[in-house]
């Protein structure tokens, strides 16, 4: 199949329109992605034909409601083909997935002394729930390197498993850099110890096929809109088993099986963990552009941000002064990168000026930036609807701001 | 002048790129390092306050844009030979411009006014603001400031 980027831009009705005097240029997807009209239209929807709440009323829009709601739910089980579809608990996002399981798992199952590894390699949102975790039980947060290219050192992170490891948290795919991270070897590598593991799949699911029961992961997280569903939504992947015997991680409506002031039991999972309302219409977005996600088809999407990649680096690797951070044998379309002599918010705020966007800064990645001695980094992510001559326009406005400060 | 080209002036790029008056200063009375969370810029302030509340010299050293590093150099310059007190009146002056009124008249402030663009971007206004944030600190003897 043909990858026809103009029909994928038609579908994102917020790329047509100028910034600054230019055609927007949009290459901080990693961030977050844009959201296509399907998306948009079922959002819209939701609020002028179905508006109601779920898993209460016994009226028409309630029924209408809860059946979009968890047909969502299968939609994201199909995704990532797990076994059961109780085994995804929507929340906020990938965050709110890895706090409920720090605060519901962790605080349960790992007790002071044990362990909990890390990578070098992770967004701030996979390392303070540990950390603020072992402050709380005394556990010990261990974090394995990452060389010169940013990629997570296996010999490494196997000297640090031991019969200590409760817990392994990993991203699948750098939101910093672009490192694919070999999740499945690590699962095993993992499971050989004993200990769970936990993936944060943020970046990830846009572009990757996900199978969690052939990667055995004992969890797996999702933000919806990273894969161009709205923001304020996603979901936890969870085994079953493990579901069941955690505890839950917030309380109130919607969670109970039974509420008497002397004993409170708990609704089965996933209401355990879906206390309150939950953001309905957001859910039911996800599952759209999940939707969306599979007509065009994640090899080839994948196949095609490839190719973005290859021309965006080999162009990068003949522009003087500039270096690359993270070279990764398995990358995915992310850039991030410094230009000598230039600050990456001056070149942010000057790209910005010709219609251009990417992230400046540390990426809530300190530590990554720290390890690559650089303050910050510029960073160019291509999503589905990114074009070559795009990645011409970044490169000439690179060359302009050059210019502006060589011009002395 | 578009607005891109009154933030990066030639004095800016110029200051931004080749700062004055940086370095340590061993012999300093004042120091304070300065964080904007936000970016990762980092600065530090040295400064030498004699008996009559004169600073007599100031240096820095530190990482950050072209704007938050011209920012401290400009500064740096102001401050030679002003008093504590007219060191304080200028922070003030400077947050007003940056912050709220760009076209005001801010002949008191010297060269500093070239900075006035910077209220166009409010993004980048604490990476103009930084030095002084750190400046007080450092008068006011705290170790630390952040844009925050």
């Known amino acids: ?408 | 002048m578009n607005e891109l080209q009154e933030l990066y002036q030639q004095v800016i790029i110029d200051h931004g790129t080749k700062p004055r008056n940086s370095g340590e200063m061993l012999d300093c009375s004042h120091k304070a390092d300065g964080f904007n969370p936000l970016c990762g810029d980092e600065l530090s302030l040295y400064l030498k306050v004699d008996a009559n509340d004169v600073i007599t010299a100031v240096k820095f050293t530190g990482e950050g844009c072209a704007i938050s590093t011209a920012s401290a150099s400009l500064m740096s310059q102001f401050l030679k030979d002003k008093t504590v007190t007219q060191a304080k009146e200028a922070m003030s002056e400077f947050t007003d411009m940056v912050t709220k009124s760009p076209d005001a008249n801010h002949e008191n402030l010297g060269k500093l006014i070239i900075l006035a663009g910077v209220n166009k971007y409010p993004s980048r206004v604490k990476c103009a603001s930084l030095a002084w944030h750190t400046l007080l600190a450092a008068l006011e003897g705290n170790a630390a400031a952040t844009t925050e």
């Open chain 1, 1 to 408: 199949m043909i990858f026809d980027v103009q029909a994928v831009r038609a579908d994102f009705p917020i790329l047509d329109q100028q910034i600054n005097g230019n055609p927007l240029v949009y290459l901080d997807n990693a961030a977050t992605t844009q959201k296509p009209n399907c998306v948009i239209d079922t959002i819209t929807h939701y609020y002028q034909k179905i508006n109601a709440n779920i898993h209460r009323g016994v009226h028409a829009l309630s029924e209408a409601a809860t059946a979009d709601y968890e047909q969502a739910r299968k939609t994201c089980q199909t995704f990532i083909n797990a076994a059961q579809v109780e085994e995804i608990i929507f929340c906020r996002g990938t965050t709110e997935a890895i706090n409920l399981v720090a605060q519901s798992f962790g605080r349960q199952f790992i007790k002071a002394g044990e362990e909990i590894v890390i990578s070098a390699l992770e967004h701030h949102s996979n390392i303070v729930p540990w950390q603020i975790l072992c402050e709380q039980t005394g556990a010990i947060l261990k974090v394995a390197p990452i060389n010169q290219q940013g990629e997570i050192m296996l010999d490494e992170f196997a000297a640090l498993l031991s019969a200590k490891t409760k817990l392994v948290a990993v991203n699948h795919i750098s939101n910093a850099l672009g490192t694919v991270n070999p999740v499945a070897q690590m699962t095993k590598m993992a499971h050989a110890v004993g200990a769970k593991i936990l993936i944060d799949g943020a970046q990830a699911l846009a572009m990757t096929l996900v199978d969690v029961q052939a990667m055995d992961c004992d969890f797996y997280t999702c933000s919806g809109h990273k894969l161009f569903g709205p923001t304020g939504v996603g979901f936890l992947y969870g085994k079953a088993e493990l579901l069941n015997a955690m505890s839950p991680y917030q309380s109130g409506g919607d969670m109970i099986r039974q509420v008497s002031f002397e004993k409170t039991t708990y609704a089965p999972i996933p209401n355990k963990f879906e206390a309150g309302t939950p953001n309905i219409v957001g859910a039911i977005g996800l599952g759209t552009a999940i939707d969306y996600i599979n007509r065009l088809g994640i090899p080839a999407i994948q196949a095609y941000e490839q190719q973005l990649l290859a021309y965006a680096t080999e162009q990068a690797e003949q522009m003087p002064g500039m270096r690359l951070i993270g070279t990764a044998a398995n990358k995915a379309s992310i850039l991030s990168f410094v230009i000598q002599g230039i600050h990456p918010h001056d070149l942010g705020t000057i790209l910005d000026s010709q219609g251009i966007a990417v992230r400046t800064g540390h990426h809530c990645a300190m530590p990554v930036m720290k390890f690559f001695k650089v303050p910050a980094t510029v960073r160019a992510s291509f999503s589905i609807y990114n074009t070559v001559e795009e990645v011409d326009a970044l490169m000439a406005g690179i060359r302009k701001v050059q210019e502006m400060f060589n011009n002395e």
